[in-house]
RNA sequence: CGGGACGUGGCGCAGUCCGGUAGCGCACUUGACUGGGGGUCAAGGGGUCGCCGGUUCAAAUCCGGCCGUCCCGACCA
């Protein structure tokens, strides 16, 4: 239900940009694969390969997709003569499959769903452009809808994605205080149109390749989720993404006015669903209040509504907000009408102080005016975090720091993000050519 | 592949050292009482103790072999 309410916000999003779905096939042939030479040292790993079909070994053997540029650029290759072709904007919504030596549920598994879109271009401006728009997208969507909000930026050489040109990224800081890689938009250039014979004819008569992108998220924002607002109780889903926002729970002690409390709660349910709020009544007689109480906060509902035979002839109702991050005095007795009336704002407060709290605490943990090796050390040895530092580039250092700190660089972040004044000394000693953002990442 | 653990009702575990009727918690079924923060009492159902072999009057327990799972590390959205 959560990931459906994900998907739904994001194809509103790549809608109003102006994307459509498509769907192409699970299996593709190694031979596809191979042809960019980095995509497949990259990929090679952990691909699942079939190798028999029909009780007969295949001659070409087809590897179970751990992303689609290939299978997908040799369509577009099929479909582009002109660059009145130009652009194809799309996407799909389906699995993949990355063969992980170690698994965790949500955040790495060997099967996962997600949505890979792949975009063809007439000129690299328009495809970077579209690259940044998508990273913006994925921003929005993470701030708006699962107030999550990210450190955005371009990622280094040794962390892109293998074919691509540039990759950008979302980092959200999870409440242990690792990073989370949670959408990543990349610009390919032409690698994969050379390989796949992507051309077109230019207005100007000539022939030129075209330049992709590709952008995709994942079910990991279901384990981001979870790891940004969840508590001691239990997950948190914040109102936009719960398929539940509002439980109604009738209380009774005697058969009498087990009948009256639920139909009362069945109509209070029927007004907040006028209103366009997504409730449920759990009428459930054969487990105390206090239980139900416990689960629906595990399950992360935001709101709950407490109907009981005292509440009847005052035509009150008891509002419960689901506690986080410890709040007190969660309880509010209201009139019904108003218990119904001011929901949706309720919710949307609700949504917005999830954002603030982990806005607040993304700050709280970004260290920044750390130059040397000690200094990220001692941090990443104690509360971890993002840690912002000079680097000067080198590939080397990065992996120095790598293997003494076991923080890695996040991104070299977008300008927003960058510190006021930005550190002149690299990490591994040395003038830095730009700032960095490290963590420990998941 | 390296290091470490563990396989016992649906789930989580004790029992293994020191062989002797297979147990506990949760969950489940039925009934009564209960019901505004994880209910109480009573009565029940459910297990080839991972597999194969050995020792023994007797094996969850001791011995040998095999299989499987998980954790830590390398890989990684």
Redesign the pocket.
Known sequence: GIWENMQKGLEGLFKETGHENAYFPLLIPMSFIEREKEHVE?FA??LAVVTQAGGKELEEYLAIRPTSETIIYHMYAKWVQSYRDLPILMNQWCNVM?W?????L???????L?QEGHTAHATAEEAEAEALQMLGVYRTFMEDWIAMPPVTGLKTES?K??GGVRSY?TEALMQDNKA???G?SHFLGQNFSKQFDLKFQSEAGQEEYAWNTSW?V???LVGGMVLTHGDD?GIVVPPRLAPVQVVVIP?????EE?VA?TEKAHELAARLRDIGVRVKVDDR???????K???W??KGVPF?L???????PKEQ??L?RR?SFGEEN??EFLPENQAVSGMPAWLDTFQANLLQAAKDRREANSHRGVNDLAGLKEIMDGPGGFVYTGWNGDPAVEERVKEET?ATIRVIPDPEFRSEKAPGKCIGGGDAKMEVVWAK??
């Open positions: 990259g790993p952990e990355r992980e030596l170690r698994t965790r949500f955040l790495r598994t060997s099967e996962f997600w962390e994605f293998a990224a989370l890689q949670a990543t995709g994942s079910t990991r109780v209380i009774s002690r005697k058969e087990r409390v007689d054969y487990l105390s209040p206090g239980a109480f416990w689960e906060e595990r709950r407490e109907i009981g035979p005292k509440d009847l109702a008891v419960v506690v969660r309880k076991k990442a998941y």
